[in-house]
């Protein structure tokens, strides 16, 4: 019933810049949002970014100012540019999509980042 493919992940220096994608399918016909969430090794999963109501967006403040979500409708499809990157931004991605009154969360594959020092 849903799809989400992540792409974008890699390894990339300290400073460096990737930009992650996840085009999400579904043939449910209900509004969504979608979110990017990342897990670093022995860590739980935590939440990185959405887009709130009001057509602004929220961030963990780990990465405010740094990473900067964005979608593009026609596409389905969101996007993560993530700047500055520092090493401890290394984690799996993960692309997430709950549709609207449901607390059920669909999630992708996740593509992995890796920051290197």
């Known amino acids: 019933q849903v799809q989400l493919v992540e792409s974008g992940g890699g390894l990339v220096q300290a400073g460096g810049s990737l930009r992650l994608s996840c085009a999400a399918s579904?043939?449910?016909?209900?509004?969504?949002?979608m979110a990017w969430f990342r897990q670093a090794p022995g860590k739980e999963r935590e939440f990185v970014a959405t887009?709130?109501?009001?057509?602004?967006?929220t961030y963990t403040d780990s990465v405010k100012g740094r990473f900067t979500i964005s979608r593009d409708s026609d596409k389905n499809t969101i996007y993560l540019q993530m700047n500055s990157l520092k090493p401890e931004d290394t984690a799996v991605y993960y692309c997430?999509?709950?549709?609207?009154?449901?607390?059920?969360?669909?999630w992708g594959q996740g593509t992995q980042v890796t920051v290197s020092s």
């Open positions: 887009f709130l109501g009001n057509g602004t967006s």
């Open positions: 997430n999509l709950r549709f609207r009154g449901s607390t059920y969360d669909f």
């Open positions: 579904t043939s449910i016909f209900r509004s969504y949002t």
